[in-house]
């Protein structure tokens, strides 16, 4: 009976564990202030949102206009090339979903051609040079976060660029993430991607 018990808290301590590192967020200890944005460091409005494509690509839409609607940005950066590749780019969609939920389109950049998460922060990279931005927020998945964000800072590293984490739950991500087959695979993939990444250099 101990060893079971034994395994389920290995099992337990490892999916914890996974969990919190696969998503940071650089607003865990903030002050609530109804969600929006305050003077203390780490916490005020950054320069832009930063959102890429994938996985369930609403949810992370959704999440970076609630936070542009609270204040934490003047506007919002989605990169994402295109899913049916005779439709509109990821990015695209991603502006008009954005401008349905009451964001202006003078607010909204968009870089259509990225097709993995490391062009996602090469090709950002561009529209962050070319606009003067330095301080940007991270919108994507919470199992996708870390990856993403060692790419982008990987990218902007002699640039200045100021990082910060915003992930977000959704169809494919949650509490409960572990209890499905989907959960593991996507955290099981993140981590061995983020382990090439480290022998990679990065």
Not at 11 to 27: N, R
Request: with cysteine.
């Amino acid at each position: 009976m101990k060893w079971v018990i034994g395994i389920i808290t290995l099992f337990a301590v490892m999916a914890f564990g996974l969990g919190i590192f696969l998503q940071p967020s650089s607003f865990t200890l903030c002050p609530h202030n109804n969600g929006k944005p305050v003077t203390r460091e780490g916490c005020a409005a950054a320069e832009a949102l930063v959102v890429v494509s994938g996985g369930d690509t609403p949810a992370r839409t959704k999440k970076a206009v609630e936070m542009y609607k609270n204040g934490w940005a003047p506007r919002i950066i989605f990169s994402g090339a295109a899913a049916d590749k005779e439709g509109l780019s990821n990015a695209a969609a991603m502006r008009l979903d954005a401008m349905n939920q009451g964001v202006p389109a003078g607010d909204i950049l968009i870089e259509e051609f990225s097709e993995n998460t490391s062009e996602n922060a090469e090709r950002t990279r561009e529209l962050l040079s070319r606009y003067d931005i330095h301080d940007i927020i991270l919108v994507t998945s919470g199992y996708h976060q870390r990856r993403a964000n060692m790419e982008f800072a990987a990218y902007t590293a002699g640039d200045g660029v100021v990082i910060r984490n915003a992930p977000t739950n959704d169809r494919d991500w949650g509490w409960w993430w572990w209890l499905t087959p989907r959960g593991w695979y996507l955290a099981l993939s993140e981590f061995g991607k983020i382990i090439a990444l480290k022998i990679g250099g990065f």
